[in-house]
């Protein structure tokens, strides 16, 4: 299966950025053969749109499922549009949360976390459409 996971940085040491379309960068494997790449978000920056932009790279990589800390109400419509599965953690490294998703501990969403705007210090948590995986 091919993860992206929205991360503070390009290694598997980074620690998970709670933000999807904001996060500077994505960590992209490989789960069977453990391969790797940091990819940038190209939409951390973005205005307005970051969730639809952030969401239409990871689709274009060829992403399956996508971990993140919280996925606001734009990301998760396009994610779910495409087939992406979409699992959230807090805290800890990609490795950890990689591990998590094997072991199914993560929890897997069906509504987005946040309201919209979340990255930029928006209006907060709404907790909605948790499932644990497994």
């Known amino acids: 299966m091919i993860v992206a996971v929205s991360s503070t940085g390009d290694a598997l040491e980074s620690v998970v950025d709670s933000r999807f379309g904001r996060c500077s960068t994505f960590i992209v494997i490989d789960t069977e053969s453990d391969e790797f790449k940091a990819v940038s978000n190209g939409s951390v920056g973005s205005a307005h749109g970051a969730g639809i932009g952030a969401a239409q790279t990871v689709a274009q990589l060829g992403v399956e499922a996508v971990i993140t800390g919280h996925v606001g109400p ?61």
Do not use: C
């Not at 990301?75 to 807090?90: D, F, K, P, W």
């Not at 705007?117 to 928006?122: D, E, I, N, R, V």
């Open 74 to 134: 734009n990301a998760h419509m396009a994610l779910s549009r495409v087939g992406i599965q979409i699992y959230t953690t807090e805290g800890g490294t990609v490795r950890e949360a990689l591990e998590g998703l094997k072991e199914g501990a993560l929890t897997s969403v069906t509504a987005p976390t946040v309201e919209g705007h979340f990255g930029q210090g928006g209006r907060g948590r709404r907790g909605q459409g948790r499932k644990k995986s497994g």
